[in-house]
């Protein structure tokens, strides 16, 4: 009797301990991205990832020409092309095919990279600003508001212009 009315007593305050937890907890938002764009930095960034998309774009271009070029002559002529010829051609097309997409894939993993690399010092630079402005006004959680998905929450603070005061942003 003494151990279950100990277990009771145990559960109990533990119950009133993790919602004095809970009370103490404040939640701001922001959204992340948006303000990321905002950064004079990010048009730079913009620019050097449309001039290093353009590479990609125009070589990704001349392949599709040459393979659609190339996919109208055998159209064309493939009434009088022999057997073997025709299937000369028909490899050389899904050859072609094949380079496209795997440069397609590769182009694309590239251009992430690159705009991983260009992109990471402006994130750790708002993250550091999120950072101290959370910890001057006491937030003990901030979500990214264009990411974080909730069905309920409850009710937080939007961050967003004492961060962009931070960053000395208007």
């Known amino acids: ?26 939640i701001g ?11 004079p930095e990010a048009k730079t960034v913009k620019s050097q ?12 271009a001349a392949m599709q020409n040459e393979l659609q070029a190339k996919g109208q ?10 057997d073997a010829i025709r299937l000369t ?13 795997d440069y397609n894939t590769t182009a694309q993993q590239k251009f992430e990279e690159k705009s991983n690399e260009l992109i990471k010092p402006l994130s750790d630079k708002e993250k550091a600003a999120v950072a101290a402005v959370a910890k001057e006004k006491g937030y003990t959680y901030v979500f990214d508001s264009g990411q974080t998905v909730f069905i309920v929450a409850p009710d937080g603070d939007d961050l967003t212009e004492a961060v962009k005061a931070k960053l000395g942003l208007k």
């Open 1 to 26: 009797m003494k151990n279950l009315l100990k277990v009771a007593l145990v559960a109990v305050s533990m119950l009133f301990v993790g919602n004095f937890a809970n009370a103490q907890a404040k």
């Open 29 to 39: 938002y922001i959204n992340f991205q948006a303000l990321l764009g905002q950064l």
């Open 49 to 60: 990832l449309d001039i290093y998309s353009k590479q990609f774009t125009d070589q990704l």
């Open 73 to 82: 002559e055998y159209q064309k002529n493939s009434a009088t092309y022999t």
């Open 89 to 101: 051609k028909q490899t050389e097309l899904q050859d072609l095919q094949k380079r496209l997409q």
